[in-house]
C-alpha cells in the first residue's frame, strides 16, 4: 500500500474556507458533500432499496457513498471485491455548535427597538455573543415540503451588552445575563411588532414569493471570518471549532483513502444535536449510523452473521476538540496532563466512562499516530472538575462497537469564537488517514 498523503498548512487554510461556508449544520453536510461528490462519491437515498445495482450510486456496489439527513452524514467507502464481514473503521464528530436560535414567533421588540426572538442552543459562553455582528443561517421549509439552505452572512443581528455606566457592579462582581431577557438581539427600529417580518425578509432575501416559508430552523453566527493569529500565525481563531474542525478532518482523511486494497471499510459519521443530548433521528443516540452500516452489510449480500462479524471488527475513533492547558486558569486542569496547542490530537481518557477510550483502544490511536509520524497527548479531567463527554460513549453502547474519544485541544470551547493551533487540523487529520488504513 502507497503511503498515506501528508496534509499540511493547506489543509487548515481549506479548513478556514469550511468554517465560512458551514453557518449551521445543515450547510456543513452539504459542505462536505460537496467535497465527497469531487472526490468521486455518490449519494444514496435512505427511500430507495440498496440490493441492487440500479445506479452507479447502488449501495450494493464498491465504491464511495453518502447519505445525507437533515443536518448529518454518513459516509463510506467499498473497496472492490469487499467481503460483506469486512469491519469497519469510522471516524465519528458533530456539525452542530451552541449558539442562539430562532423561535416560532421570531418578531419582538420593545421600546422603538425591533428584535428577534431566540432560544440558546447548547451550552454556549453567553458573554461571547454580546456586541459581535451576527448573521442568521439554517434551513427554510417550503410551502411543497422541499427545503432551502439560507444564509444572511452580513451583520444583521446584535445583542448589546449594558453600558458600565448603568452597571457599576459588573467589573466587581462579574456579568449575570438572563438567557430570556438579555439575549435577545436587535434588527432594526420600529415601535410596532409586525408578526412576520423576519420571514418575509428571508422569503425577499431568498427571491420567494410572500407566504411561501412554512418551517424554519434558523441560527445566529458571526459573521467575522476565521483568521490566523499571533506574531507568527501559529494559532487560528474561528467560530464553531467544535467540532467542524473534526468533521472537516474526516472528510479529508475519508477522501484520501479512498481507494482499492484496504482491510477495512473506512467510514465518516457526522451527527447533529450532540450539544443537547444526541437524542434525535439526526444524533448519534438514534438509529442512523447502525441503520447505514447494516444496509451495507444486507447490500452486499451479508447475513445477520455478517453484520455482528462486521461490528464485532470495527473500531470508532470519536473525533471532538478537548481542553488545551489555559495559562490564566492552570489550576482548573489536571497538574500531570496539560494538551497543548501544536502539539498533536488529544487521546481523551475518563474512567467514569465520560469518553469511551481503554488501553486497548489507546493502543489502536497509538499505532495509527506511530504510522502517521504525528505526536499525540493525553487529556484527563481535574478529579475535582465535572468531565463533558462526546458521541463516543453512546456508540459504543449503541452499537456494540470498540470506540475512542481523540480530538483536537482548544481554547474558549463553546464561545462564538474558539481558537486553536493552526498545525493541529492537519496533524490531526494525517491520524485519521493512518487509522482508517489500518
Known sequence: MSEPPRFDRGHTDDLMSFLTASPSPYHAVASAAERLEKAGFRQVAETDAWDTETSAASAAGSGGKYVLRGGAIVAWYVPEGAAPHTPFRIVGAHTDSPNLRVKPLPDTGAHGWRQVAVEIYGGPLLNSWLDRDLGLAGRLTLRDGSTRLVNVDRPLLRVPQLAIHLDRSVSAEGLKLDKQRHLQPIWGLGNQVRDGDLIAFLEANEGLPPGEVTGWDLMTHSVEPPAYLGRDQELLAGPRMDNLLSVHAGVAALTAVARAGLPYIPVLAAFDHEENGSQSDTGADGPLLGSVLERSVFARGGSYEDRARAFAGTVCLSSDTGHA?????????DPTHHPRANGGPILKVNVNNRYATDGSGRAVFAAACERAGVPFQSFVSNNSMPCGTTIGPITAARHGIRTVDIGVAILSMHSARELCGADDP?????????????
Open 426 to 438: 492537519y496533524l490531526l487529520a494525517n491520524s485519521l488517514v493512518a487509522f482508517l488504513e489500518g
Open 325 to 333: 492547558v489555559h495559562p490564566n486558569y492552570a489550576e482548573r486542569h
